[in-house]
C-alpha cells in the first residue's frame, strides 16, 4: 500500500517576496491518504461540536497513562453522538492516543503544550495535534513523510516491527501503524517560531459510522 503526498491548500501567487512565499508555504497542509481526502486541507468546514485541550508535555511524559486518559475522554465524548452513527471508541481512542504520545515524545521541551483540537463534522472527526519541535526533529520528520509517500507502506511497517531500533526518532512506527492498520487519512502542516523552533500539526479523520 503506497499513499500520496501532496501539497495542497493555499496556492502561491506570481509575484510575492520570498517571506509572503514563505508565510504561504506554512498554510499548506500535505496529504498523507490513500484516497487523497482533500477535505484534510479545507479550513472552515461546518462542524457540529468543537472541543479543544491543551496540556503540558511534561505532564504526559512524566505520565504517559495520561494520554490514555486523555484519549480515552475523547473518544468517549464522541461516541454514539448522532442517532444510529458513531465513533468506534476503541479505534478512535487508539489513534488519538498514538498522536497525542508522539506529539509528547518529541516536543522539543517539556514545559510546552501540546494542543488538542476535535471537531464533528457530522460523517468524520477532525483531529488535529499540534507541538513544537526542534530544526533537527522537523527535517527528521520532513523525510519521514518522504520517505512514506514514496514507499510501500506495509512493507515498511513491517520493516520498522522487525527492526531492534523502533525507538529511534526516524522510524515513525507509530504514524505507520496508524496508515496501515487503520488506513487512515492523514495531514500535516509546519509552521516556523520566532524562537528557532517549528509546530507541526498532524490532522486525522477518523469515520463517524457503525465501525471500521
Same mark, same amino acid.
Given at each position: 500500500?503506497? =499513499?500520496?503526498?501532496?501539497?495542497?491548500? !493555499? +496556492?502561491?501567487?506570481?509575484?510575492?517576496?520570498?517571506?509572503?512565499?514563505?508565510? +504561504?508555504?506554512?498554510?499548506?497542509?500535505?496529504?498523507?491518504?490513500? !484516497?487523497? %481526502?482533500?477535505?484534510?486541507?479545507?479550513?472552515?468546514?461546518?462542524?457540529?461540536?468543537?472541543?479543544?485541550?491543551?496540556?503540558?508535555?511534561? %505532564?504526559?511524559? =512524566?505520565?504517559?497513562?495520561?494520554?490514555?486518559?486523555? +484519549?480515552?475522554?475523547?473518544?468517549?465524548?464522541?461516541?454514539?453522538? &448522532?442517532?444510529? @452513527?458513531?465513533?468506534?471508541?476503541? *479505534? /478512535?481512542?487508539?489513534?488519538? !492516543?498514538?498522536?497525542?504520545?508522539?506529539?509528547? @515524545?518529541?516536543?522539543?521541551?517539556?514545559?510546552? @503544550?501540546?494542543?488538542?483540537?476535535?471537531?464533528?463534522?457530522?460523517?468524520?472527526?477532525?483531529?488535529?495535534?499540534?507541538?513544537?519541535?526542534? *530544526?533537527?526533529?522537523?527535517?527528521?520528520?520532513?523525510?519521514?513523510?518522504?520517505?512514506? /509517500?514514496?514507499?510501500?507502506?506495509?512493507?515498511?511497517? =513491517?520493516?520498522?516491527?522487525?527492526?531492534?531500533?523502533?525507538? %529511534?526518532?526516524? *522510524?515513525?512506527?507509530?504514524?505507520?501503524?496508524?496508515?496501515? &492498520?487503520?488506513?487512515?487519512?492523514?495531514?500535516? @502542516?509546519?509552521?516556523?517560531?520566532?524562537?528557532?523552533? =517549528?509546530?507541526?500539526?498532524?490532522?486525522?479523520?477518523?469515520?463517524?459510522?457503525?465501525?471500521?
Amino acid at each position: 500500500m503506497s =499513499f500520496v503526498s501532496s501539497p495542497i491548500g !493555499n +496556492s502561491e501567487v506570481s509575484g510575492k517576496n520570498e517571506t509572503e512565499t514563505s508565510q +504561504s508555504r506554512e498554510n499548506i497542509i500535505y496529504v498523507i491518504s490513500q !484516497n487523497r %481526502d482533500l477535505s484534510l486541507t479545507e479550513e472552515n468546514l461546518p462542524y457540529h461540536s468543537h472541543l479543544s485541550l491543551s496540556v503540558y508535555t511534561q %505532564d504526559m511524559t =512524566f505520565h504517559w497513562k495520561r494520554c490514555e486518559i486523555v +484519549s480515552n475522554f475523547v473518544s468517549q465524548f464522541y461516541s454514539g453522538s &448522532d442517532g444510529d @452513527k458513531s465513533v468506534d471508541a476503541n *479505534s /478512535a481512542s487508539t489513534i488519538i !492516543n498514538e498522536l497525542i504520545e508522539n506529539a509528547a @515524545k518529541y516536543s522539543e521541551k517539556e514545559n510546552s @503544550k501540546i494542543y488538542i483540537e476535535i471537531k464533528d463534522l457530522g460523517n468524520k472527526l477532525r483531529v488535529d495535534v499540534k507541538n513544537k519541535v526542534s *530544526s533537527w526533529t522537523k527535517l527528521n520528520f520532513e523525510k519521514l513523510m518522504q520517505i512514506i /509517500a514514496s514507499g510501500n507502506v506495509n512493507q515498511m511497517y =513491517f520493516d520498522a516491527l522487525e527492526s531492534k531500533h523502533t525507538e %529511534d526518532k526516524t *522510524s515513525g512506527i507509530g504514524l505507520l501503524m496508524l496508515l496501515n &492498520d487503520y488506513h487512515l487519512n492523514l495531514g500535516y @502542516k509546519i509552521k516556523s517560531n520566532q524562537q528557532d523552533n =517549528f509546530e507541526i500539526t498532524i490532522r486525522a479523520h477518523i469515520p463517524i459510522e457503525a465501525g471500521y
